[in-house]
């Protein structure tokens, strides 16, 4: 999608990894980083009202899967 992609994980769960979370600095596409079949690490940033999930790739350490949200708020 054009605005981010969406991300099973827990089972059978979808969520959106919205373009601007996707990597830390802008990106144009969501295709420059993923395509089809990536398996990704995420971080659940929210459920809304309507029981969407809330999912960013940048605030974890694709390498490691450490939560990096905190190194970031901090530097």
């Given at each position: 999608m054009d605005f981010g992609a969406f991300v099973n994980f827990i089972g059978k769960r979808d969520g959106l990894v919205h373009i601007s979370e996707v990597a830390a600095g802008r990106i144009g596409s969501v295709n420059e980083v993923l395509k089809e079949g990536d398996i990704v690490k995420v971080k659940v940033l929210g459920v809304d009202d309507r029981g969407k999930i809330k999912l960013?790739?940048?605030?974890?350490?694709?390498?490691?899967?450490?939560?990096?949200?905190?190194?970031?708020?901090?530097?």
């Open positions: 960013s790739m940048k605030a974890v350490n694709q390498e490691t899967g450490e939560d990096i949200s905190q190194n970031a708020e901090a530097g």
